[in-house]
T-cell receptor, first 113, second 115 residues
């Protein structure tokens, strides 16, 4: 069964600090892995997309890593800002018809001043 | 460029009633997806349209759910009759092509509450 597990479920950090969110998956055959940011009351917005051959990708203060051998990914946020407070969702796509996405439960991040 | 829009943003109905959710994808996007998140669970796939055709509807929970995309533009998702367990947030997403990246753009969701 395709699954995506994220940790921690929630996290509180102080503004300016760094943090790392984790994602483990069992989706097969693997196509790509995405990290989304979802603000309260909004839809998910893509931060990064990585394929099998990519092991790191950055988008501003967000850096995602992928280890396809261990089926793990991380999202590192540098110098956090209050606007980073949101849910971060790891999503894995399998190589099947329709590029079906399997979603993790998300990590709820709160950045405090 | 307008993003994916969904209507209504919230809907509260009683068990047994009918509700229709609407999604307007980004103009020119052939692929349209419906997802939902029930309380405390992860977002799950419902179905995928390519233009007006259903490409994959393996995630539809039962025959009380009917999705249509007449003319390959906007899509509707009807729940009839609604049950308590249908409560959740229904997201629509669209993408331009089905390539390896197939970046999907999400709408803000419709929060459905069945009482």
């Amino acid at each position: 069964k395709n699954q995506v597990e994220q940790s921690p479920q929630s996290l509180i950090i102080l503004e300016g600090k760094n943090c790392t969110l984790q994602c483990n998956y069992t989706v097969s055959p693997f196509s790509n892995l995405r990290w989304y940011k979802q603000d309260t009351g909004r839809g998910p917005v893509s931060l990064t997309i990585m394929t099998f051959s990519e092991n790191t990708k950055s988008n501003g203060r967000y850096t995602a890593t992928l280890d396809a051998d261990t089926k793990q990914s991380s999202l590192h946020i540098t110098a956090s800002q209050l606007s980073d407070s949101a849910s971060y969702i790891c999503v894995v796509s399998a190589k099947n018809a329709g590029n079906m996405l399997t979603f993790g439960g998300g990590t709820r991040l709160m950045v405090k001043p | 460029e307008a993003g994916v829009t969904q209507f209504p943003s919230h809907s509260v109905i009683e068990k047994g009633q009918t509700v229709t959710l609407r999604c307007d994808p980004i103009s020119g996007h052939d692929n349209l997806y419906w997802y939902r998140r029930v309380m405390g669970k992860e977002i799950k796939f419902l179905l995928h349209f390519v233009k007006e055709s259903k490409q994959d509807e393996s995630g539809m929970p039962n025959n009380r759910f009917l999705a249509e995309r007449t003319g390959g533009t906007y899509s509707t998702l009807k729940v009839q009759p609604a049950e308590l367990e249908d409560s959740g947030v229904y997201f629509c997403a669209s993408s331009q092509d089905g390539g390896i990246y197939n970046e999907q753009f999400f709408g803000p969701g419709t929060r459905l509450t069945v009482l």
